[in-house]
């Protein structure tokens, strides 16, 4: 079972740079969310998606933007990369209505991305 | 939307003694609420969750935590520290629209 998977692990940009964030989940759920972890500030909720179609901003959505491809693939692009978005990056989906369970969150190993 | 703040950003206990992690929530609707575990360079592992049903839930490696509405909080302990209990904690609070918030963490040190 692979569960959610996210790539690439690590990636270092310049800033202006472009890139995205790519993440899939083979558990059939239908909410996705992208979350930033930064030293003392736990995880923050960039954007999710409730359902395939839709998607909806969280806390800290400037400088983001996302797209939910399927039901599998929910992906997070940065337009212009600022050392302000370095940071670790968290993909998750969410099990409520299938077997994993309600408001579960299976989360991706995480991808660091430093912006010079 | 609704929001988590967990009291302390540091907890420190010795082997053995009680663990207490606070969490308050805020949110406009009954809340469901989770904490999270996650161990250095690891990924994040659910403890427990409350959902609506029992108001003190039972979690894995002896957590357990128990939901306050008329004090809107969500406690985790545990009776007896083990080292292997050293990491940081997370409260979480979902309301019915599936936003998942998080709080900003606690580290617990547990010292031999």
């Known amino acids: 079972n692979a569960g959610v998977t996210q790539t690439p692990k690590f990636q270092v940009l310049k800033t202006g740079q472009s890139m995205t964030l790519q993440c899939a989940q083979d558990?059939?759920?239908?909410?996705m969310y992208w979350y930033r972890q930064d030293p003392g500030m736990g995880l923050r909720l960039i954007y999710y998606s409730a359902s395939e179609g839709t998607t909806d901003k969280g806390e800290v959505p400037n400088g983001y933007n996302v797209s939910r491809l399927n039901k599998r693939e929910f992906s997070l692009r940065l337009e212009s990369a600022a050392p302000s978005q370095t940071s670790v990056y968290f993909c998750a989906s969410n099990g409520r209505g299938t077997k994993t369970g309600a408001n579960v969150l299976t989360f991706g190993a995480g991808s660091r991305l430093t912006v010079l | 939307a609704q929001s988590v703040t967990q009291l302390d950003s540091h907890v420190s206990v010795s082997e053995g003694t009680p663990v207490l992690l606070r969490c308050n929530y805020s949110?406009?609707?009954?809340?469901?609420l989770f904490w999270y575990v996650q161990h250095p360079n690891k990924g994040l592992q659910l403890l427990l969750k409350y959902t609506s049903a029992a108001t003190l839930v039972k979690g894995i490696n002896g957590f357990e935590a128990e939901f306050k509405k008329s004090e809107t909080s969500f406690h985790l302990t545990k009776p007896s520290a083990h080292m292997s209990d050293a990491a940081e904690y997370f409260c979480?609070?979902?309301?019915?629209?599936?936003?998942?918030?998080f709080g900003a963490g606690t580290r617990l040190t547990v010292k031999p």
């Open positions: 558990m059939n759920h239908n909410s």
């Open positions: 949110s406009s609707y009954s809340p469901s």
């Open positions: 979480v609070v979902s309301d019915r629209t599936n936003d998942m918030r």
